[in-house]
C-alpha cells in the first residue's frame, strides 16, 4: 500500500512543521521503486550464523548494512564483508565505539553477544573463552553490551532496535 502523496506546509507557519515535510520529503525520495524503504542498518553479531544471515537479507534487499562483530569480519566472512557498506570491529562493552557503530543508521539489529559455553569440537567457538570465564564475558558482551546499544540509540535518536 502507498502512501498518500505528501502536502507542503504553506509559506510561513510552524518551524516544526516545516522540519517535518522535510523529513517526510527525504523519506520519500528514499523509497525504492517497488515503494519499500531503503534505510541504513547496524547489525551486531554479523560474525555469527544469525547475523550473517540477517545482514546478508538486508544487503540483497537493497538497505545499506553497517557489520559490526568483535572479531574482523574480513577474516571470517570476507563474502559478506564485501556485500557491507562498512564494518566495524569492536567489543559491544566499549560504549564509545558502540556510540560510533550507532551514529547515522536508522535502525539497529542487536544479534551480537557471547553464546556463554566454549565449543569443543566446533571452530566456529574458539574464540569464545573457557567456561570457567564465562560469567565475565556473559556480564560484558550481554548485559552491558545491550546496555550500550539501547543508549546509544537513545543518545542518538534511532528510533528502531531489533534485539534478540
Known amino acids: 500500500m502507498r502512501s498518500p502523496p505528501l502536502r507542503r506546509p504553506q509559506a510561513g507557519g510552524d518551524p516544526a512543521i516545516h522540519a517535518t515535510a522535510r523529513a517526510?520529503?527525504?523519506?520519500?525520495?528514499s523509497l525504492s521503486e517497488?515503494?519499500?524503504?531503503?534505510?541504513?542498518?547496524?547489525?551486531?553479531g554479523a560474525g555469527g550464523l544469525v547475523g550473517a544471515t540477517v545482514a546478508e537479507g538486508l544487503a540483497a534487499s537493497g538497505h545499506s548494512v553497517r557489520a559490526h562483530d568483535l572479531r574482523s569480519l574480513d577474516d571470517i566472512n570476507p563474502t559478506l564483508a564485501a556485500a557491507c557498506s562498512s564494518v566495524q570491529q569492536?567489543?559491544?562493552?566499549?560504549?564509545?565505539?558502540v556510540l560510533q557503530a550507532v551514529r547515522g543508521v536508522d535502525a539497529v539489529v542487536h544479534l551480537g553477544?557471547?553464546?556463554?559455553?566454549?565449543?569443543?569440537?566446533?571452530?566456529?567457538?574458539?574464540?569464545?573463552?573457557p567456561n570457567s570465564d564465562a560469567w565475565?564475558?556473559?556480564?560484558?558482551s550481554n548485559v552491558e553490551g545491550t546496555?550500550?546499544?539501547?543508549?546509544?540509540?537513545a543518545q542518538l535518536n534511532v528510533k528502531r532496535v531489533v534485539y534478540a
Do not use: C
Not at 517526510?24 to 525520495?29: G, L, S, V
Open 24 to 29: 517526510n520529503e527525504a523519506q520519500a525520495a
Open 34 to 44: 517497488a515503494g519499500t524503504l531503503k534505510m541504513h542498518v547496524l547489525v551486531t
Open 136 to 140: 565475565a564475558t556473559i556480564l560484558r
Open 90 to 97: 569492536s567489543d559491544l562493552s566499549d560504549f564509545d565505539a
Open 113 to 129: 553477544g557471547s553464546p556463554g559455553v566454549q565449543g569443543e569440537e566446533d571452530p566456529a567457538y574458539a574464540h569464545v573463552p
Open 147 to 153: 546496555r550500550n546499544i539501547f543508549e546509544a540509540a
